[in-house]
């Protein structure tokens, strides 16, 4: 099928169009401009396909343009300019897309610009700068050098994706600096999503140069060289801060006093990053702070254990991490603390105990481990205690039994823990104490790779719950 039939424009009520992997298809209908109510147009995968039909400007409800994958298309000035309510036009992965139409100006709902992808792409045109409701802009993974130097007048930017080395036109223009009440306001709320949940080949932001009155909330670096731009501690309005797939870097920036207003911070995938500043303490707004395959690490510095407001630590895959803090126990908002495969730790400090807050402590494959600190019968907020393949593991501490609102515990795959956790001498552990103040619900303990059931050995009222992992 070359084309679309032409009584598709009899839809007058259509309000979601999309077209899909159409690999032979080469048009849209010139009656696709009927389609008045059409607030959704998707095409993606149509190979065929070069221009679209100049009626398409007489879609004048379109919000949602996504034009991704289209290898061949090209975008005309004539019919975009007339979508005056377009507030997302995505163009991303359109491999033979040269250039953008000059008309940004004209489309004043615009919030979303994306080109990802879009390699035959080399400038942005001037009027971009005068999209004045732009929200996000994405050009990475382009052939983009430079951004235009009117970037400064977009005040409601908040997500910019670009290549680490990607300039501004003129930066002497940037110079002037607007007064604080000029900027719009800068929400507080940031979105939770899981540092582990993310992708590993993330976006990436930036310009040199950025002036500092643009109140950029959301930063991602990506192929770094070995340090990071100064330019980066004077987004003063940033709220998250990722530097990511950057194996060349060497060192964090030593003066962070400048963002304080940073609540999420992920490094990850840096191999040769060995050593993190002490101005971390500076952060004093932190809630999330993560670490993804920093291969050459091998302490934190103790300033992490400054961080006021930290409810979320990832340390994940740093192989030659062989400890944390010895004053850990000051994060007094921790709630979530994950320390997986870090295969060189091989003990958790005592002050562990003093995380009131602590909700759920995952030691995952961190196999030199041999023993937990007495202490982690003290953290009455634990919810979740994760030990699956910690190989070395000998003893788990009598005090869990202290940890009154315990209800996950894995230890599949500790090979090693002793006698005192098996059928028989599971009674010793007194776990009834653990019905006093909560409902807990357990199902099976897996030693060395065998289930036990252990209901008849326990209380009635009483279960644990160990997730079997060894299938």
């Known amino acids: 099928m070359k084309t679309l039939p032409e009584s598709m424009g009899r839809l007058t009520r259509l309000t979601y169009l999309r077209v899909a992997s159409c690999k032979s298809l080469q048009t849209l209908p010139e009656a696709l401009g009927h389609l008045t109510k059409l607030h959704t147009l998707e095409m993606m995968f149509c190979y065929g396909v070069t221009m679209l039909p100049a009626s398409i400007g007489g879609l004048k409800s379109l919000r949602t343009l996504k034009l991704r994958s289209n290898h061949k298309l090209q975008v005309s000035a004539e019919w975009v300019r007339q979508l005056t309510l377009l507030e997302e036009l995505d163009l991303s992965e359109s491999l033979g897309m040269t250039e953008l139409p000059d008309v940004f100006n004209e489309l004043q709902a615009l919030t979303t610009l994306i080109v990802r992808g879009c390699s035959s792409i080399r400038t942005l045109p001037y009027s971009l700068g005068e999209a004045l409701l732009l929200t996000t802009l994405d050009v990475s993974r382009t052939s983009i050098q430079a951004l235009p130097r009117n970037l400064s007048g977009l005040l409601n930017l908040r997500t910019l994706h670009t290549m680490g080395y990607v300039t501004i036109d003129h930066p002497q223009h940037f110079q002037h600096h607007l007064p604080l009440h000029a900027l719009p306001h800068v929400p507080h709320h940031l979105p939770h999503h899981p540092l582990q949940h993310l992708p590993q080949h993330l976006p990436h932001y930036l310009l040199q140069h950025l002036p500092a009155q643009l109140a950029v909330q959301s930063l991602v670096l990506e192929h770094c060289n070995a340090y990071i731009p100064d330019w980066v501690t004077t987004l003063t309005y940033l709220r998250k801060l990722h530097i ?93 603390a994950r320390v997986t495969w870090c295969q060189a730790l091989t003990s958790v400090p005592h002050s562990i105990g003093a995380l009131k807050a602590l909700e759920t402590l995952d030691l995952t494959m961190c196999n030199l481990l041999t023993e937990l600190p007495d202490s982690i019968g003290a953290l009455q907020a634990l919810v979740e205690l994760d030990l699956n393949s910690c190989s070395m593991l000998t003893e788990l501490p009598v005090s869990l039994v202290r940890a009154r609102r315990l209800t996950t515990v894995d230890f599949a795959r500790c090979w090693n823990l002793s006698s005192m956790w098996t059928r028989e001498n599971l009674a010793n552990l007194q776990l009834a104490a653990w019905a006093e103040d909560a409902q807990v619900e357990i199902l099976f303990l897996i030693m060395a790779g065998r289930r036990q059931k252990v209901g008849q050995v326990l209380p009635s009222e009483v279960w644990v719950l160990v997730r079997d992992m060894t299938h």
């Open 244 to 336: 990511v797939a950057s194996p060349r870097l060497v060192a964090v920036p030593t003066d962070l006093s400048t963002l304080c207003n940073v609540e999420e911070l992920l490094i990850g995938h840096s191999e040769h990053l060995s050593a993190l500043p002490d101005a971390l303490g500076a952060l004093v707004k932190l809630r999330r702070f993560g670490l993804r395959s920093c291969t050459a690490l091998t302490s934190l510095p103790d300033a992490i254990c400054q961080l006021p407001a930290l409810e979320y630590l990832l340390i994940h895959d740093c192989p030659l991490l062989t400890g944390l803090p010895a004053d850990i126990g000051n994060l007094s908002t921790l709630q979530e």
